[in-house]
T-cell receptor, first 113, second 113 residues
Framework: QQQVKQSPQSLIVQKGGISIINCAYE??????FPWYQQFPGKGPALLIA?????SEKKEGRFTISFNKSAKQFSLHIMDSQPGDSATYFC????????????FGSGTRLLVRP | KAGVTQTPRYLIKTRGQQVTLSCSPI?????VSWYQQTPGQGLQFLFE???????NKGNFPGRFSGRQFSNSRSEMNVSTLELGDSALYLC????????????FGPGTRLLVL
């Protein structure tokens, strides 16, 4: 019940294209869903986060779409750039709680020039 | 503001030994979380400390322990090291509420031989 399933494992996109990464969760108590970006040799960095009371949140080229009934959420990277090449992790947590982020398995994104 | 710092950055130990890793959070941050990152298991939550108290704990054996000092610096200890403990250990800090950004350090890479 604590799992967050992430797909695809890897993704290759041409520069300017749209990158889409999907996640699904089981625990309906989760109510905070962040996405992290990790470059080699660095720790993860928060990209964008959403709560289930909204269906979409956009920050620059990054958009989270959230489907509460399906228990799924996805990250869309518009106009993907080579500098976006990194590993992306979705995660879930309870808002009214302490930190216990449950991470997805990660997606390695490569944006070709 | 300086970011989250972790020491040492790299460490080689042998089976059966114990190890202590250190994390200095961003100034003013009272929450420190620890995560283990491996290629096979991904990012897994170890524990979180807030104002010197453990607020949450992941599903790791008792060989993994931690503590937080009054200046919010934190240490984690792994006793009786096993080969499977080889991993990148990440520390993250925040002011304390889940919806606030959690900033990760660069990690300590532990190799157990």
């Amino acid at each position: 019940q604590q799992q967050v399933k992430q797909s695809p494992q890897s993704l290759i996109v041409q520069k300017g294209g749209i990158s889409i990464i999907n996640c699904a969760y089981e625990n309906t108590a989760f109510d905070y869903f962040p996405w992290y970006q990790q470059f080699p040799g660095k720790g993860p960095a928060l990209l964008i986060a959403i709560r289930p009371d909204v269906s979409e949140k956009k920050e620059g080229r990054f958009t989270i779409s959230f489907n509460k009934s399906a228990k799924q959420f996805s990250l869309h990277i518009m106009d993907s750039q080579p500098g976006d090449s990194a590993t992306y992790f979705c995660a879930a947590n309870l808002m009214d709680s302490s930190y216990k982020l449950i991470f997805g398995s990660g997606t390695r994104l490569l944006v070709r020039p | 503001k300086a970011g989250v710092t972790q020491t040492p950055r790299y460490l080689i130990k042998t089976r059966g030994q114990q190890v202590t890793l250190s994390c200095s959070p961003i100034s003013g941050h009272r929450s420190v979380s620890w995560y283990q990152q491996t290629p096979g298991q991904g990012l897994q939550f170890l524990f979180e400390y807030f104002s010197e108290t453990q607020r949450n704990k992941g599903n790791f054996p008792g060989r993994f322990s931690g503590r937080q000092f009054s200046n919010s610096r934190s240490e984690m200890n792994v006793s009786t090291l096993e080969l499977g403990d080889s991993a990148l250990y990440l520390c993250a800090s925040s002011q304390g509420l889940v919806q606030e950004t959690q900033y990760f350090g660069p990690g300590t890479r532990l190799l157990v031989l």
